[in-house]
């Protein structure tokens, strides 16, 4: 099958993300410029734009995924992303949400734990122009202080509990986007730094895959 991924593009724009109540033009213009294609294996490419979590690794802490479109777009609005934020995506993949990112803030930190997935990454979105975009490596709980704080935090992937570590990287004003919980059981959840304190509200359901490296730890029993 041969696919046309500009139609393609634009018919994911139109009928999984438009139709979930995500309206921010700058948003709607990234998604529609960045080609979700080349964030997926060769033989995945013609699936990229279905409306599903695509697996696209099988890394040492497990399988990571492409979020769907409509859930991701939905959590980047949810952000109110402006042109001069600094943003950390936290979890980066092969880094399609950090190329949407760039095309959105200052400057973005793609952060990944998979070695070969942070490479993919650079390599990717090198190709793609993205100079704003640094990508490192490193355990995805404990995010990325040294280029902390970030006006935008945003998590690729369901997580039980967003970690302090994160949280306490947020600049005053800042946004923090995530899933907490697994399967139906997901919501999103923003979290705003005012005053030095971080409080957080429920958005909308959302059921993604989820982030490795976020597992709780279950409490000894006697």
């Given at each position: 099958m041969s696919a046309d991924f500009s139609e393609l593009r634009v018919k994911m724009v139109d009928g999984q993300v438009r139709t979930t109540d995500v309206t921010s033009a700058p948003l709607l213009d990234a998604m529609l410029s960045v080609?979700?294609?080349?964030f997926v294996g060769d033989r995945q490419r013609d699936l990229a734009y279905i409306?599903?979590?695509?697996?696209?690794?099988?890394?040492?802490?497990?399988?990571?995924?492409?979020?769907?479109?409509s859930p991701l777009a939905k959590l980047m609005q949810l952000a109110e992303i402006n042109p001069t934020d600094s943003?950390?995506?936290v979890g980066c993949g092969t880094g399609y949400a950090s190329a949407i990112l760039s095309r959105l803030a200052r400057s973005v930190v793609a952060l990944e734990s998979d070695s070969a997935l942070a490479q993919t990454a650079a390599s990717t979105l090198s190709g793609l122009g993205c100079g704003n975009v640094t990508?490192?490596?490193?355990?995805?709980?404990?995010?990325?202080?040294?280029?902390?704080?970030?006006?935008?935090?945003?998590?690729?992937?369901s997580v039980s509990k967003v970690p302090s570590a994160l949280?306490?990287?947020?600049?005053?004003?800042?946004?923090?986007?995530?899933?907490?919980?697994?399967?139906n059981s997901g919501v999103a959840r923003l979290f705003v730094k005012a005053g030095g304190v971080v409080t957080g509200r429920r958005a909308f359901n959302a059921a993604i895959k989820?982030?490795?490296?976020?597992?709780?730890?279950?409490?000894?029993?006697?």
């Open positions: 080609p979700r294609e080349v409306d599903e979590d695509i697996r696209i690794a099988d890394s040492a802490d497990g399988p990571r995924y492409l979020m769907e479109a943003a950390l995506d990508v490192v490596q490193g355990a995805l709980a404990q995010g990325h202080a040294a280029k902390a704080p970030y006006e935008v935090i945003f998590i690729g992937g949280l306490d990287q947020l600049a005053e004003g800042g946004r923090l986007v995530a899933v907490e919980g697994q399967g989820p982030l490795p490296g976020f597992e709780r730890e279950h409490a000894f029993e006697f």
